[in-house]
């Protein structure tokens, strides 16, 4: 069973699911928002992968996805990074959240 059916499982209501930009506001910042998210009970976190033209998301993620890649092109291989280490720890349940045609390019597992 997953961990997400788990925890849905455990808990029927109320459960929190907190999304963000990796490398927003600043690219060193992410991993301490997904620690303090955990420290404050989320239960999920989605992290978003920053775009460069996120139009379906609405103003509030097209800012911080441009800040977060004005913060530096390293932005997937530090999310990578992070990510990782959260996984490791499991202090809360990290979900991803990209686009499909940046995901879609030729060698992109291989740049992050």
Not at 25 to 43: C, H, S, Y
Not at 70 to 89: D, E, P
Request: net charge positive; no cysteine.
């Amino acid at each position: 069973m997953s961990r997400i059916k788990k925890l849905f499982a455990a808990k029927s209501k109320n459960v929190l699911s907190v999304y963000f930009t990796a490398g927003y506001p600043q690219l060193n910042d992410t991993l301490e928002i997904i620690r303090q998210l955990a420290n404050k009970g989320v239960d999920m976190v989605e992290i978003g992968i920053p775009f460069s033209d996120p139009l379906a998301d609405g103003p509030v993620i097209q800012n911080s996805s441009q800040v977060a890649l004005q913060n530096g092109r390293a932005a997937k291989r530090y999310v990578a990074k992070i990510t990782f280490r959260a996984a490791q720890k499991r202090a809360a349940d990290n979900r991803h959240s990209a686009y499909f045609n940046g995901l879609h390019q030729p060698h992109f597992a291989a740049r992050i």
